[in-house]
């Protein structure tokens, strides 16, 4: 089975304060996404990343930053936590090639809140 | 970019078949129908995909027409366990940057 790891279940930071989530995935798959999810709103995209040192911003990229040094981990960051991040976060991976291509994996998410 | 519309929320009783509606009038030609399902506290998972007609797996049917702008998720039988925020996504399934979850459906399954 595909397993997608988060580093954390729940989180408590200060505002201002430098906040890295992780994300690591088994299955060798080329793409990883980040997600923020609020109630009313779904999911929404922040970054996607489609290989090694590669990214894309998604919809809502303000005040993140993403890194990807390896193709398992793909690490999101918030320079300078804020209260209107507080949210739950979902890391996704999905394979570009073959017929599970089509099917993001997605941990089990972090719930961080910022005070 | 595709845009979706599904109702906010749905009730049902067990035993029975809930069908659950997603609007998608800009559909493009190479795009997908994918559903996730969600339960509290955990990431959502891959349920079903289409691309026109009926698909059907071991846990839900999907029903698209043949203009392909509305689709509906067909679970038979539902129980307590089915109690979940399902998410209709329409987009071009190998493009990163065209697939967006909408604010899915709340259903609650009662006794």
């Known amino acids: 089975d595909v397993k997608v790891t988060q580093s954390s279940r729940y989180l408590v930071k200060r505002t201002g304060e430098k906040v890295f989530l992780e994300c690591v995935q088994d299955m060798d798959h080329e793409n990883m996404f980040w997600y923020r999810q609020d109630p009313g709103l779904g999911l929404r995209l922040i970054y996607f990343?489609?290989?090694?040192?590669m990214k894309e911003k998604g919809d809502i990229p303000e005040g993140y930053s993403v890194s990807r040094e390896k193709k398992e981990r793909f690490s999101l960051i918030l320079e300078s936590a804020s209260t209107n991040q507080t949210s739950m976060y979902l890391c996704?991976?999905?394979?570009?090639w073959g017929g599970g291509a089509y099917e993001q994996y997605f941990g089990p998410g972090t719930r961080l809140t910022v005070t | 970019l595709a845009k979706t519309t599904q109702p906010i929320s749905m009730d049902s009783y067990e035993g029975q078949e809930v069908n659950i509606t997603c609007s998608h009038n800009n559909i493009a030609t190479n795009d997908y129908i994918t559903w996730y399902q969600q339960f509290p506290s955990q990431g959502p998972r891959f349920i079903i995909q289409?691309?026109?007609t009926k698909v059907t797996n071991e846990v839900a049917s999907l029903f698209i027409p043949a203009d392909r702008k509305s689709s509906t998720l067909s679970l038979p039988r539902v129980s307590l366990s089915d109690t979940a925020v399902y998410y209709c996504l329409v987009g071009d399934i190998y493009n990163n940057n065209d697939m967006r979850f909408g604010a899915g459906t709340r259903l609650t399954v009662k006794p």
């Open positions: 990343s489609y290989d090694v040192k």
């Open positions: 289409g691309y026109k």
């Open positions: 996704a991976s999905r394979a570009s």
